[in-house]
């Protein structure tokens, strides 16, 4: 249909209303197809903790929307600047945390599949708890075939995740640029990841 043939007269009839809006419908959902499929989705991931548990999900989902196309950025600020570290010693620490402690990852059947309560009191009084913790979940994680820490975070660099260093945190803790991996995409504060966090699709706090 020619735009030139709905050209309403004085006074449109029924017909021609009908004609043009089944018209304007036809170009509305064509010019909408068209921007969705020429449309990059955008993710944008705020990390904040440091913990060797809380590092994998930024780095999943990082490099899992990367592998779909996604334009990922990470905003790594105060304890997740830790997961930028190229020297990476990250813990688990049970405390507060439900999950805690986890089951064994080794062991007859029935002492792996035996659920532990732990009071919070023990586990953060008995020394080397932390320790253990921690070895039981880089265990688990070997076990099931889950990749390592610096394997995703890789992952994420080989694929253009935009890494992005919170600079007002390393001033706070007194870190120096030479501390973190050469990856690191920019350094920046909250007032240049705003606009990136306001553009995106979808925006996640971990």
């Not at 991931?45 to 548990?53: E, F, N, Q, V, Y």
């Not at 075939?145 to 945190?169: D, H, N, P, Y």
């Amino acid at each position: 249909m020619n735009i030139a043939d709905l050209k309403p007269s004085a006074e449109p009839t029924t017909q021609e209303r009908e004609r043009f809006n089944a018209w304007f419908r036809e170009e509305y959902d064509t010019l909408t197809r068209e921007r969705q499929e020429s449309h990059t989705p955008r993710l944008a991931l705020i990390a904040t903790k440091g913990t060797m548990d809380w590092a994998y999900p930024p780095f999943i989902l990082g490099s899992t929307a990367a592998a779909l196309g996604w334009d990922v950025s990470i905003f790594f600020s105060f304890y997740g600047l830790e997961l930028l570290k190229k020297d990476l010693r990250l813990g688990v620490s049970p405390l507060g945390n439900p999950a805690m402690p986890m089951k064994l990852p080794a062991g007859p059947e029935w002492l792996r599949s035996f659920k532990w309560t732990i009071p919070n009191a023990v586990m953060g009084n008995v020394p080397g708890f932390e320790a253990m913790a921690k070895s039981m979940f880089a265990a688990t994680l070997r076990q099931k075939g889950v990749a390592s820490i610096e394997e995703l975070r890789g992952a994420c660099v080989e694929s253009g995740v935009k890494l992005i260093a919170c600079q007002m945190t390393v001033d706070l803790f007194g870190y120096h640029k030479e501390d973190f991996i050469p990856e690191v995409s920019e350094w920046a504060g909250a007032a240049s990841f705003l606009p990136i966090a306001a553009g995106a699709d979808t925006v996640l706090f971990i």
